[in-house]
């Protein structure tokens, strides 16, 4: 497995449609592993294929909550939906069948870091996809793991996150990414930090 570059916003690759994949191959697999170690390695609990430059559609997710201490993940604070599904997630050609209700949840990503805004989506997804060796999966869930494909999805038709917000606050997240940048890998652990730190002493 090999670590890849994650492409931030404003890389003109994350506005760009996927294709659908129509063969699975080692190489495919490959690329889902080196997905999954890139986005481990960034702390992130979701990731596309177009994030990392390869424009087809494909998803990696893992959001089983995980022990700092140890590294280990669990079920715990799960969904009974979530619960039943086996994570790490790979998904090729993910179609969403029916949604149903609305949740609000304040999102990230790993192509826009440090900034977080409250999206809405779906709260419960009926899914359609493939997994690497073509077979076909079908399941319905709730919970963060339904808002975390919904937002992998987008990617896969050139959208981001900030595009589900209001204008005014889209562009001032863009404005200030033009005129400072993005934080430093060093700046971001030390924010996470900080929120561990007063999430602890809630």
Do not use: W
């Not at 959001?63 to 998904?91: C, F, N, V, W």
């Not at 179609?95 to 949740?103: M, Y």
């Amino acid at each position: 497995m090999a670590k890849l570059e994650i492409l931030t916003y404003p890389n003109p690759l994350l506005r760009e449609v996927s294709k659908t994949v129509k063969t699975f191959t080692p190489d495919l697999k490959k690329l889902a592993d080196d997905m999954l170690e890139t986005m481990y390695d960034a702390n992130g609990i979701g990731l596309a294929a177009p994030q990392v430059g390869q424009l087809i559609r494909m998803l990696v997710i893992d959001t089983r909550p995980r022990d700092p201490e140890s590294s280990r993940y669990d079920d715990e604070g799960q969904t009974e939906l979530e619960a039943k599904i086996k994570q790490p997630l790979i998904l090729i050609n993910p179609e969403i069948i029916k949604g149903e209700g609305k949740t609000t949840f304040d999102e990230g990503c790993l192509s826009v870091p440090s900034f977080f805004e409250t999206v809405e989506r779906f709260e419960k997804v009926e899914m359609k996809a493939f997994d690497v060796n073509g077979n076909e999966l079908r399941f319905t869930v709730d919970g963060l793991l339904a808002i975390v494909i919904q937002h992998e999805m987008d990617h896969l038709e050139g959208t981001l996150f900030i595009d589900h917000i209001s204008f005014t606050r889209s562009n001032k997240i863009k404005n200030t990414i033009k005129k400072s940048g993005y934080p430093t890998k060093e700046e971001l652990a030390e924010k996470r930090a900080e929120k561990q730190k007063a999430l602890s002493k809630a």
